[in-house]
């Protein structure tokens, strides 16, 4: 079985040799045994109610708290197994908020390759953006759900043409989704707006210029209507006009 001695007790679980020997002086971590030339030694199980003990007085256990619970208690098991619960709730809840700020982090490093040009007002514009994302995720799935039945009938409308001859659901696939086509997009430009990089500003452009205007998933090629600045600016969320 193995010993122990305070110094190797105190290195396992992460604390000073003086801390050992005060849970000793105050009878709540007793040594097994002592050497023949009178060194405490502890046991595995010694060890392990060592670890409870440092547990404990991490959740804000007091000395004497911990000694009543240890010495007293008929079945301390129970109230540290609640205590145990108690602290992995807490702990995945700040590993969640710490998720959180990961995410957050790392859409603000995305957000920065797009500004060529660092500023204190580049800031507010992430944030601004930040801060509208979700609303902007909303209207790309609602574009997406919207638009799975055409691209199914689509590909049924094809495959029949090419397998039987037959042409005409073709012709319906695309008498339907001219007008589906016009309202998504009216739709889809009407609730977006644009960042300037150069004066900051949330401008909306007409719809012909953001429509044949170049663009990636994020920026758009566009004249900003506040300061005439002609460049990529940055697509966000903004509330309809009436």
Not at 185 to 198: E, G, N, S
């Given at each position: 079985?193995?010993?122990?001695?305070t110094?190797?007790?105190?290195?396992?679980?992460?604390?000073?040799?003086?801390?050992?020997?005060?849970?000793?002086?105050?009878?709540?971590?007793?040594?097994?045994?002592?050497?023949?030339?009178?060194?405490?030694?502890?046991?595995?199980?010694?060890?392990?109610?060592?670890?409870?003990?440092?547990?404990?007085?991490?959740?804000?256990?007091?000395?004497?708290?911990?000694?009543?619970?240890l010495?007293?208690?008929?079945?301390?098991?129970?109230?540290?197994?609640?205590?145990?619960?108690?602290?992995?709730?807490?702990?995945?809840?700040?590993?969640?908020?710490?998720?959180?700020?990961?995410?957050?982090?790392?859409?603000?490093?995305?957000?920065?390759?797009?500004?060529?040009?660092?500023?204190?007002?580049?800031?507010?514009?992430?944030?601004y953006?930040?801060?509208?994302?979700?609303?902007?995720?909303?209207?790309?799935?609602?574009?997406l759900?919207?638009?799975?039945?055409?691209?199914?009938?689509?590909?049924?409308?094809?495959?029949?043409?090419i397998?039987?001859?037959?042409?005409?659901?073709?012709?319906?696939?695309?008498?339907?989704?001219?007008?589906?086509?016009?309202?998504?997009?009216?739709?889809?430009?009407?609730?977006v707006?644009?960042?300037?990089?150069?004066?900051?500003?949330?401008?909306?452009?007409?719809?012909?210029?953001?429509?044949?205007?170049?663009?990636?998933?994020?920026?758009r090629?566009?004249?900003?209507?506040?300061?005439?600045?002609?460049?990529?600016?940055?697509?966000?969320?903004?509330k309809?006009?009436?």
């Amino acid at each position: 079985m193995s010993k122990y001695t305070t110094g190797e007790v105190a290195k396992l679980c992460g604390v000073s040799v003086r801390t050992v020997q005060y849970y000793d002086s105050r009878g709540i971590l007793i040594p097994s045994e002592l050497s023949e030339g009178g060194r405490r030694l502890y046991s595995e199980k010694d060890l392990q109610r060592m670890k409870i003990i440092c547990f404990l007085r991490d959740t804000g256990l007091s000395i004497n708290s911990i000694g009543d619970l240890l010495n007293n208690e008929e079945d301390p098991g129970s109230v540290i197994s609640v205590l145990l619960e108690q602290q992995e709730q807490s702990v995945k809840e700040e590993l969640l908020a710490e998720q959180k700020k990961l995410e957050r982090l790392e859409q603000i490093k995305q957000h920065l390759k797009e500004i060529k040009l660092f500023s204190v007002e580049s800031i507010g514009d992430i944030a601004y953006r930040m801060e509208k994302k979700k609303e902007l995720d909303k209207l790309h799935m609602l574009m997406l759900i919207s638009g799975i039945p055409f691209s199914v009938l689509q590909i049924l409308s094809v495959i029949l043409w090419i397998t039987t001859g037959i042409w005409w659901p073709f012709l319906v696939y695309v008498v339907l989704m001219i007008p589906y086509g016009v309202w998504i997009t009216r739709l889809y430009f009407h609730r977006v707006v644009y960042i300037c990089p150069q004066c900051h500003g949330i401008f909306r452009p007409s719809f012909k210029q953001a429509f044949w205007a170049k663009h990636t998933p994020t920026l758009r090629k566009l004249t900003c209507t506040l300061c005439g600045y002609h460049g990529y600016c940055v697509e966000t969320y903004g509330k309809e006009e009436k």
